[in-house]
């Protein structure tokens, strides 16, 4: 970009000011009310062009300014020399060197400087000033808190204020680890870190008792000294400065504009900005010792989005740590000392229990204090039954019911509806002999009510009132049922099944509890090869595909087909769904087609037996479709099949013919036919934005496939403007989709020209889509990986191999996380960074891994990745 | 380092003479923000990466009496921060050109360790936008404002309405006529 020189004054302030006035009103409007609007209000043909060319640079404008400063600060401000101590000495002692910084100030080592004692102390100096008020109360809390005497709190030794008038503590200096390092590092297992954390619980007792909250307990405030004494730091501390209402930590996330910093360890009251008590205390120790029992947090809290943490921790329930175990990735720092399969057995019961309950939402319904919680916790240790009862969804359905208002009118009616004709049929079914049927029938009832308020069922126009409404009819019929047919277990479990299915079907944040609920409710009534135990392992397996852990949720699937196909009761749709499911976990896992194919064909011809399943036939073939290369003869019979089922069987419009014409097009272009291609995957944008509007992520969605085409069909220029279009909506978006925002990231960045600048932003945008994936999708998932070696590619050709070798090394720190040793992805990123270390002048490491993965390509016959072999052996050569 | 207490003073008197308060609190929230910049810029740890809007935030901590303040003092101390941390990017961008021209180009690392960046392509960049800006000023001072606390000060739509005195709607408008002019400017 050239320096900013204005070659003509086109616009002045008044000419802006009758131009604003144009714009102001046309900025509502699409391309034909503008010109309408234009010709009736504006009469000045020169200003009527400049405003039209004005208007015309909507892509480009919207991408101006909307890179975080933080993309030209890094690169242009120097890094500052060794930050200096601010003072020489404070009091008697004389600061040594900066150990810790946070959010509310820096702290030091410092020693006597009057030689008094050999005594080493920790002086935190706070980054505000305080008012002469504010200092006056700080001073008597100071005395308050310098009397907690006990041997795992770090004393508070000493206080003031600065020459300068900054407050300073003087604290007890502690040698020591941060709690899960610690425990990590030791290798302690989980006895030791219950004994553990039952003196960090004892601790805060004692606090607790001398009227003192914590407020901010986490790892970095919880030290372990070598001799493997707890201690803990900054007692009371942030109460302190919250005199001043500043803490971060304790500004209300919910209040628009404040600033939040540390959520990973938020309570829902501080969250609030609700009232903080000693129960606030508790909720921390709940997520401490989550972590410390499975190495992760309760949450997985996106770090940009901060309203979307918020909600997260205000409205979602963690996993059961039982079940997190099991999806920490080897390497994981707090966990690679416990064995998973043992540690999941050793959590499940108690230790789940007790950990949920110290996180509950609710203050009052939590652990009463730390003491409460290490009494629990040692009688669990001693083998006795624990006070923590599981939260039952019957309460959990209450709270939603409270949180969500009641409506009036349709929607009332509906609830009423629903509970009655639920409870009159239950009250029969105490009657007669078959219950199970009577039950049954108020199943059906209620799943038709459900059917209709969820629009993959076909209507389409329902509004977000009555979703909501049907929610809550769902879940108070449920807890009806549960309440009135406790005796009944096998009814019991056919409403939970109910409720799992619905709440799954409705997207709803709860689905994964009552699922879990349905499944031990299965585990322990029905016959296993029944169809409640089959229906709750298909949904268990579902969950497990949608987090991702497709080994589990595929040995799920297989239990699943294995039974069913040994079951007479087992109906063509449940199978060939089952078939269809593997496929697809299949698919997540990057098989082969071939193998999907197994199943997509035994799902298919039994489709075919019943003209019912006609909308199946047409998703098999569609996902058959997708599966082969576009040039394979078999897709554009699948794919026309696909399209006139769905024709005749869906509303014109119909986002699944939409995609019908995306494969489609797909097709054509592989034929060569590239205007007809791009003519289909026109159609099928323009369908998609008639189904959803054209902000909606699934229309952006198909918007970037037809961009990907342009850009691949030798037409990159015109793409790049489409592509920082839906970025820019992608990331308006009320509810951000980070992996689509990453692949159009993707998708941007390979289109950018090869220019210095081009390559310059290519960069940043995989260094973001990683990034981005990261966080959508944790730090293993391959797509973690791919930016990495899109970036490696890029250094490569620009020669920085060094920087191309680091960025080979990263993605495979990844990709064999969750890809085979011969997957392509893998192969191609051993590929490169053989390359770029040949490239980086490391021959003898280079050419000895190029060999290999060559040879690894000619035995696997991929012909496309010997030729590139071949080119770069010839290059490399000598 | 002196104590500042006099900032929240500047941000109290704001309604009164609002472009004089605002000139006389520049250049305290220059210095603090350019000193903490540039020790911690480069120094984010995974857990506690610091960015414009953490940056900021700390200068007010450090500046601002928080009993005094309200919330609209905040939102205001923002918005002198945006424009310090404009003069801030804008003068390193200046030296860094006399940098180039000197022969002398520090490379820079990313801290995504995927690569250097050019700081010559990024200053040339950020000079553009902000003559742009400049120009914009001239044309509406609004439009401008909106910008620069939205891209220098990182400051969410609601707090510039703060600052503004106008509708979130408003500012949300701004934004998007600010952009079409500055595009237009700068290809112009």
Known sequence: MNDFRPHRMKWTPERWKRADALVEALLDLDADARTAYLDAHCTDAGLRADVEALLAQEPEARTLFQQDVRHFALPLVPDAPEAALPYEQIGPYRLVEAIGRGGMGTVYRAERADGAFEQQVAIKIVHQYLSADTLRRFHAERHILARLQHPSIARLLDGGQTSDDRPFFVLEYVDGQPITTYAERQGLSVDDRLNLFIQVCEAVRYAHQNLVVHRDLKPSNILVTPEGRVKLLDFGIAKLLDEGEVLPMTAPLTQEGSRWLTPDYASPEQVKGEAITTASDVYQLGVLLYELLTGRRPYQLPERLRHEAARIILETQPERPSTAVTKVQTGTPTTTALDPTRLRRRLQGDLDVMVLTALRKEPTRRYASAEALALDLQRHLDGLPVQARPDSLGYRARKFVQRNRLGVGVAAVILLAALGAAGAILDQSRQVRDERDRAEAALAFMNELFKSANPEHGVEDETNRTDVTVREALQLASNRVQRELGDQPMVQTTVAGMVARNLYGLGDSTAADAIAYWGDLTDQHADPFSKDARGALIFRSHLLRNAGDYAAAESLMAMVIDRAERSADATVGELASAYNDMAGIYFYQGRPAEDRFRYYRKAIALYRTDSTYAGDVATISANMADALPHDAPEKEALVRETIAIWERIRPADHPDIALGYYHLARVEMAKGDTALGLAYSARNVAMNDAAYGADNNTALFFKRRHADLLYSNGRRAESVPIFRDILSQQQQAEVPDLTEIASTMQSLAKALPQTPAGDAERLDLFASASALFRDAKGPNDYRVAVPLVSAANTLHRLGRNAEAVAATDRAMAILPHTLGPEHDLLLFTRFRRATALLGDGQRAVGQAELTDVCDTFARLERTDQVAMCEEAQAEYAD | ?188
């Open chain 2, 1 to 188: 380092m002196p104590a500042t207490p006099d900032v929240t003073q500047l941000l109290l008197d704001i309604p009164d003479d609002r472009d004089a308060a605002y000139e006389a609190l520049l250049p305290l929230v220059y210095d603090e923000l350019h000193r903490i910049a540039r020790i911690q810029l480069h120094r984010g740890s995974a857990g506690d990466t610091l960015n414009a809007t953490a940056l900021v935030h700390e200068v007010y901590l450090r500046l601002v009496d928080q009993t005094r303040a309200q919330w609209n003092d905040r939102a205001h101390f923002y918005a002198v921060a945006a424009k310090a941390m404009r003069r801030i990017l804008i003068d390193y961008a200046r030296r860094q050109k006399a940098q180039k021209r000197g022969g002398n180009q520090p490379n820079v690392t990313l801290e995504e360790g995927l690569g250097r960046v050019d700081p010559w392509a990024r200053a040339d960049e950020l000079l553009s936008l902000d003559a742009a800006l400049t120009q914009l000023a001239t044309l509406d001072a609004r439009l401008a404002q909106v910008i620069e606390c939205r891209f220098f000060g990182d400051m969410q739509q609601d707090e510039i309405a703060e600052v503004l005195g106008c509708s979130v709607r408003t500012v949300r408008r701004s934004e998007t006529k600010a952009r079409l002019l500055l595009q237009d400017l700068m290809s112009g």
